[in-house]
Each structure stands twice: as C-alpha cells, then as structure tokens.
C-alpha cells in the first residue's frame, strides 16, 4: 500500500481522509489529536507534521485557511525546508490563487510540485464520496494524481493550473452564500403570503428558484420543530466570502452582493457567534 500523509482532520479534512484509509498506509496530524481518533480506529497512524514530511511523498492538507497553509510549509519551522524531491502537496484548504504562487515560488526549487484541490459540496458528500473536487494543476501533474483523487471522490475536474482550483472554489462558495440568503428571504415571503413552509420549498425545487439551500438544507435540515447542524460555522463561512471578494478586488473585479453578502455573514456572527453552524443562522435569522 501507498504511503500517504494527511494534515488538519478537522470536520472537512476527516472526511476526506476516510475515503483514502482503508486503501493506503495513511499518517494523519492535527494541532487537536482527539480529531483523528476515528481515523485511528479504522486503521490510520497518528504521527506529527515533520514525521508525515519525512516518511510520506504524498501529503494532503485540509487547513483553516491560507495563513495556516503558509505558515505550515513556510514559517520558521516549516516542512517545505525538509521534503523530499518528487513530493506531491494536494491542499484541498480553501486558499487563494495569491497564496499559491507564494507557495509555488519556494516549493519548485525544492522540486516539491504543489496542487491546490479544494473540495466542495460539504462534509457529508466528502464523507459519501460524491462531493467535487476542483483540481489546480498542469495537465501532466494531473495525469498522475487522477487515480488518487477518484479514490476521494467521484467528481474531480482540473479547472486550469495552479491557483485555478483555489479561485473555483471562492466562486462557488460567494455563490452558496448568497443563495442561502436569498432563500432565506424569499422562502420566508411566501410563508408571509401565506402558503407552508414546505410547500414553498417542494415549489421552488421544481421551479426555476431552486439551488442548494432549497434542495438540501431546507428539505434536509430545517424541517419540522428543531433544525440540524450542517457541520459549517459561521466563522469558516465568514471567511470564505471574505476571499472570494479579496480575489475579487486583486482582479479588479466588482461583488456588490458578495458584499452585501459578507456584511450580512459578519451581523449573524454578531448575533450567534464565530462557532455556530450555519444552520442556525438560517433557522433563527428571522427571530424576534
């Protein structure tokens, strides 16, 4: 069996570990051990970063964001000083094209090739296998991480070279932020209209109104009496708008509704604070 390290086993990064652990000798890290215990139990080895950089020529990262992701390999203990030549870095974190050139520019002259793979669909699609990866690579690196990346999942698709998985996954995400809030207005109107919440919905998902917040989170999550947690917060979200309009900005490029959006996003952290999922967001943003 390959060997392979997998670093930051958070919600996301376990996820996606767990479709890679019953096929290869996977070595898995996180700053909260406790993370990894399930991992554990199924046959991975807990080991720390420098000992996943030293044994494993391939590594995937799922990190909070793209400081974590730099300061991992870059700061002053960082594991790029210490990889092997022919290492492969698959970063499924939601980065940025920005970080990745940075990232590119010292891990090439250790002949180090880095990939950005962020992953998009949520944890439980990560957890079936049916979620997207979007793959920033040049075709011939592609090529030979193809076979491993359809273990993870059913949908991968190299969008374009490195950097361009990262800036799929910013349009995606500013996207899925803002359909949550227009759902969230628009289904609450037709309930002032009159017509069930239900009703509303099971409409707008054979209309075409309907995009991810009506055809999962509302059927899914917030039916009947108490919502369910998407396994999301507010914080990670937060932070996802927030480079998405960066990129935005960097490009010359105008979002007034991921703005707008992002404003919205920081007043529900105000109300529910950075941890709460965003399905309490949606449940509870209309309450007195």
């Known amino acids: 069996m390959a060997r ?4 930051g086993v958070g919600a996301m990064g376990s996820s996606i570990a767990s479709r890679l ?4 000798d996977l070595l898995v890290s996180d700053r909260n051990p406790a993370a990894a215990a399930e991992l554990v139990s199924q046959g991975a080895r807990f080991a ?14 799922c990190l909070p964001g793209p400081p974590q992701v730099k ?68 075709p011939e690196v592609f090529a030979g991480i193809q076979d491993l990346l359809h273990e ?66 509302f059927p899914q999550l917030l039916s009947g009496d108490a919502y369910k947690p998407q396994g999301f917060t507010l914080h990670l979200m937060l932070k996802d708008i927030r480079l998405a309009n960066e990129l935005a900005e960097t490009l010359g490029h105008t979002t007034p509704i991921g703005n707008l959006v992002q404003e919205f996003t920081q007043q529900a952290i105000e109300r529910f604070g950075p941890t709460a999922d965003q399905s309490q967001m949606m449940a509870e943003w209309y309450d007195a």
Do not use: W
């Not at 720390?48 to 990262?61: D, G, Q, V």
């Open 48 to 61: 720390t970063p420098e000992e996943i950089a030293e044994k494993c020529r391939t590594i995937f990262l």
């Open 152 to 217: 993870v999942t059913t949908e991968v698709v190299n969008v374009g070279p490195v950097g361009s998985g990262h800036a799929m996954k910013l349009v995606n995400n500013l996207l899925n932020a803002c359909n949550r809030f227009a759902a969230l207005e628009t289904i609450r109107l037709g309930v002032a209209a009159g017509m069930r919440q239900e009703v509303v919905v099971d409409v707008l998902n054979k209309s075409s109104g309907r995009n991810y917040a009506t055809e999962y989170t």
């Open 21 to 24: 652990v019953n096929g290869h």
């Open 71 to 138: 300061d991992l390999l870059l700061g002053p203990k960082g594991l790029a000083f210490g990889l092997a030549a022919e290492t492969i870095i698959i970063d499924t974190t939601t980065g940025t094209p920005v970080t990745d050139s940075e990232l590119v520019a010292t891990l090439s002259e250790r002949r180090v090739t880095y990939v950005d793979a962020p992953i998009a669909g949520g944890v439980r699609r990560a957890r079936e296998g049916t979620a997207t990866l979007m793959v920033g690579a040049d």
């Open 4 to 7: 392979i390290g997998f670093i």
